[in-house]
């Protein structure tokens, strides 16, 4: 099973800044990685799939890029909205797999 | 517009079992894999199980494999919970998939039913 590993655990920062989200895979997945955004509460939402594509509604300040074992979700502007918790999921093979999330709070 | 909704979550002793549903609409049924996704109280994201467009293929994680099983028919999506353990306890999504090929995504999500299981 393919593992991913989420950095940070908590991201603590300000409206406006930029926010840069890591995910590490235990073994290449090629560009098969998707992120997520979740608020407390609230079902997932997918923001980016095949680690670049923005998914139906995602504002352009969300961007994803990488390949093989290390991708990146960056925000390039935080708004009140996006504080919430964020997973990253793979999709190279079965079993798919989530990281275990990376929590961004408001400083 | 994507429409999905669960039922059939509740409080089951260990040992029991439980069938969970989800009405689908907004988007051609038959020519999407879906999936059941859930989450344990204050923990992160598990992909449970998978079934083809067709229904003819399903997947399953080793933690539910050979208790649970998945089928669909017309719109509806369903998941039969056998011998049900405490680690099963947790928010179960329905999940619309998305890609063109096994594994896959997912692009659409319910809002979820939870599932304790308790003595």
């Known amino acids: 099973e393919i593992v991913l590993t989420q950095s940070p655990a908590t991201l603590s920062l300000s409206p406006g800044e930029r926010a840069t989200l890591s995910c590490r895979a235990s073994q290449r997945v090629s560009s098969y990685l998707a992120w997520y955004q979740q608020k407390p509460g609230q079902a997932p939402r997918l923001l980016i799939y095949?680690?670049?594509n923005r998914a139906t509604g995602i504002p352009a300040r969300f961007s994803g890029s990488g390949s093989g074992t290390d991708f990146t979700l960056t925000i390039s502007s935080l708004e009140s909205e996006d504080f919430a918790v964020y997973y990253c999921?793979?999709?190279?093979?079965?079993?798919?797999?989530f990281g275990q999330g990376t929590n961004l709070e408001i400083k | 517009e994507v429409q999905l909704l669960e039922s059939g979550g509740g409080l089951v002793q260990p040992g029991g079992s439980l069938r969970l549903s989800c009405a689908a609409s907004?988007?051609?049924?038959?020519?999407?894999?879906m999936s059941w996704v859930r989450q344990a109280p204050g923990k992160g994201l598990e992909w449970v199980s998978t079934i083809s467009g067709d229904g003819s293929i399903t997947y399953y994680a080793d933690s539910v494999k050979g208790r649970f099983t998945l089928s669909r028919d017309n719109s509806k999506l369903y998941l039969q919970m056998n011998s049900l353990r405490a680690e099963d306890t947790a928010v179960y999504y329905c999940a619309k998939t998305g890609g063109n090929a096994a594994p896959y995504y997912f692009d659409y999500w319910g809002q979820g039913t939870l599932v304790t299981v308790s003595s």
């Open positions: 999921q793979q999709r190279f093979n079965w079993p798919c797999s």
């Open positions: 907004g988007f051609n049924f038959g020519a999407y894999a």
């Open positions: 095949d680690a670049s």
